[in-house]
T-cell receptor, first 116, second 115 residues
């Protein structure tokens, strides 16, 4: 069974600063995918960034980047130039490939607050 | 159109009522999902449909009954619910049904309150 652990229940950052959210996972699979999802207060959950396990290069999407350490089973999210709109709950999630039908295993989430 | 829509946005129902939640996507995705989410918790998978067939049922009580009438529409029929079933119900869809990477697109959810 796969597990995903987010060790930071809450974090805060000042606007324009950089913050890193931590995520570790445990799996015996070799083919898998990792995601960060963002859920703003009372708003829709959206995909922030995706990483394929077979890719060595860390994924980036504008101000969002990941540090994927496969051997350490670590997948942290870095948010640069934080904005007020980044305030949200962030979930790290894991999915195996093959015929899993995309079943996601979520971490417990990190509530990020960006202060002006 | 990269949107998943859900209706209604809010629903209050008594324990003896029968109601339905609706989810729709027009992205051509062939995998659709129902999740239950409690406040400040991660979503919990309930059901997965792949090509309109139920592929995963995460041991959900029979008072929740899913239905996939066509490739764009997903329903969740509710009957004789309990107060602990009050939650945000999320629908999601994915373009992949096998292989990966299974990016899921979520709807805004239906906030359900059982009285």
């Amino acid at each position: 069974a796969q597990t995903v652990t987010q060790s930071q229940p809450e974090m805060s950052v000042q606007e324009a600063e950089t913050v890193t959210l931590s995520c570790t996972y445990d799996t015996s699979e070799s083919n898998y995918y990792l995601f960060w999802y963002k859920q703003p207060p009372s708003r829709q959950m959206i995909l922030v960034i995706r990483q394929e396990a077979y890719k060595q290069q860390n994924a980036t999407e504008n101000r969002f980047s990941v540090n994927f350490q496969k051997a350490a089973k670590s997948f942290s999210l870095k948010i640069s130039d934080s904005q007020l709109g980044d305030t949200a709950m962030y979930f790290c999630a894991f999915s195996t490939g093959g015929t899993s039908y995309g079943k996601l295993t979520f971490g417990q989430g990190t509530i990020l607050t960006v202060h002006p | 159109d990269t949107e998943v829509t859900q209706t209604p946005k809010h629903l209050v129902m008594g324990m003896t009522n029968k109601k339905s939640l609706k989810c729709e996507q027009h992205m051509g995705h062939r995998a659709m999902y129902w999740y239950k989410q409690k406040a400040k918790k991660p979503p919990e998978l309930m059901f997965v449909y792949s090509y309109e067939k139920l592929s995963i049922n995460e041991s959900v009580p029979s008072r929740f009954s899913p239905e996939c009438p066509n490739s764009s529409l997903l329903n969740l029929h509710l009957h004789a619910l309990q107060p602990e079933d009050s939650a945000l119900y999320l629908c999601a869809s994915s373009p992949q049904t096998s292989g990966g990477p299974f990016e899921q697109y979520f709807g805004p959810g239906t906030r359900l309150t059982v009285t």
